[in-house]
């Protein structure tokens, strides 16, 4: 049987061998190995196939297979997870799941979607819930923004790209003392905290999942700015009324694959004439299927969305669209300044709930980060992070600039330890 499982493998990960570069060894079930690359090479990984079920799986559900022994047991890895996974993109196995993976993902589809009333909620409370003291030991501290930064310069802090990027949201909305802003889908408040205290703006956050919302209201009364921030715990397709500008830093891969246009609706309703808004958020180009992984065991009801189904979507909703710009390869280094913090803070995590936090978490989540750090890096790359600018209606030469120079014109704020801290 063993030798059988083996022979599985070999067909399957055979091609990888003949489409990479990259060095790794495979040890079949059966004792034999797939071999890539020079034996001294530094980069050199190891991935042990333990059992014959990881065989089957491996055969039936391409590197969805891999993965889910994976985080079984039934694979063990040597060496540097990145390295596998530069591997997985560089030759094309990212894109192996095959049927039985694309019906089990319209399952899910079924199962967890994210029409209103049906199970939104739930489904961002599966992975928001996980609350503020599990993200703090991953996450940039005062903010704990969970979104792509923004790196003028690739050696800056994780810290440092989050308040240029919300600084960088602030500019290209024209974000003025005492205008009023809706938060689309806030998270921990990141940027409600940063637009009151360094631009006077009162903001509003809106956000579905309890643990986040309890948190964000928590600190607003600490910090006793009741009176210039608001927060409700909803789905931000239930309306609040209209606002000078709009912002939504990561909605969008929430509202789900039928959703789109209703979310982009809230959004457009949001805004009062004459106001500007931007959604940051990823997505691809054209209108692709979202892996199965991401989907399972990250984010269910989540959905990647098409750049060119959501511009059609804004300009329906009677939307200006007035500047895209694709931030891919801050997205790589935001994630690697996750990873390097969730790492070192991995014994801490595991006091704060062993039983919740075991080796499979690890397996997941490691996966999850650096994964997804090696897609927004690899040269085939077809997910980018879109930030969009918008008004409504059409603008005129009078009321927004002609050019981006007010984007980099003056030096961010220097943020002090006071803020939101």
């Not at 991401?294 to 979507?313: C, E, H, N, Q, V």
Request: charged share 25%; net charge neutral.
């Amino acid at each position: 049987m063993k030798r059988i499982a083996s022979a599985l493998v070999r067909r399957v990960l055979g091609p990888v061998a003949a489409s990479t570069e990259l060095p790794f060894t495979v040890v079949l079930p059966d004792g034999s190995a797939i071999e890539r690359g020079s034996a001294g090479d530094p980069k050199r990984v190891v991935i042990h196939f333990k059992t014959v079920r990881s065989a089957w799986r491996t055969l039936a559900y391409g590197h969805i297979g891999v993965l889910e022994s994976y985080f079984d047991g039934d694979v063990d890895i040597d060496g540097d997870l990145r390295e596998i996974m530069a591997i997985g993109f560089d030759s094309g196995f990212d894109s192996s799941a095959g049927l039985l993976v694309s019906i089990r993902n319209r399952w899910h589809g079924l199962r967890f979607n994210n029409r209103t009333g049906a199970s939104p909620k739930e489904n961002a409370r599966f992975h928001y819930g996980l609350g503020a003291e599990f993200y703090s030991k991953m996450l940039d501290e005062p903010y704990l923004m969970y979104t792509c930064a923004y790196y003028e310069d690739p050696s800056k802090s994780v810290l440092d790209a989050q308040i240029a990027k919300m600084e960088h949201v602030a500019r290209k909305v024209r974000l003025a003392p005492g205008e009023h802003v809706i938060d689309m889908g806030c998270g921990f408040g990141g940027f409600m905290f940063y637009a009151a205290e360094q631009h006077g703006a009162h903001v509003t956050g809106v956000n579905t999942t309890t643990e986040q919302a309890d948190w964000v209201k928590a600190k607003i009364a600490a910090h006793g700015l009741q009176g210039q921030l608001t927060m409700h715990e909803a789905d931000v397709r239930q309306g609040f009324g209209s606002y000078d500008k709009v912002v939504s830093i990561g909605v969008l891969e929430h509202a789900g694959r039928h959703q789109l246009r209703e979310v982009i609706r809230a959004h457009a309703n949001a805004l009062k004439p004459g106001g500007l808004g931007l959604i940051h958020f990823i997505g691809h180009v054209a209108d692709r299927s979202t892996d199965f992984f991401i989907r399972k065991y990250i984010f269910p009801g989540g959905w990647i969305p098409s750049l060119s189904k959501a511009l059609d979507a804004m300009e329906a909703e009677g939307l200006e669209i007035l500047d895209v710009e694709n931030l891919r390869r801050h997205y790589a280094l935001t994630l690697d300044g996750w990873t390097e913090k969730f790492d070192a803070n991995w014994p801490a995590i595991q006091a704060m709930d062993p039983a919740r936090f075991d080796e499979r978490f690890l397996r997941i989540w490691r996966t999850y980060l650096i994964g997804c750090a090696e897609m927004f890096r690899a040269k085939t790359s077809q997910t980018n992070l879109f930030q969009v600018v918008f008004s409504k209606p059409n603008v005129n030469v009078e009321n927004y600039p002609m050019t981006r120079r007010h984007l980099y014109q003056e030096p961010l704020p220097i943020v002090g330890e006071q803020a939101a801290g």
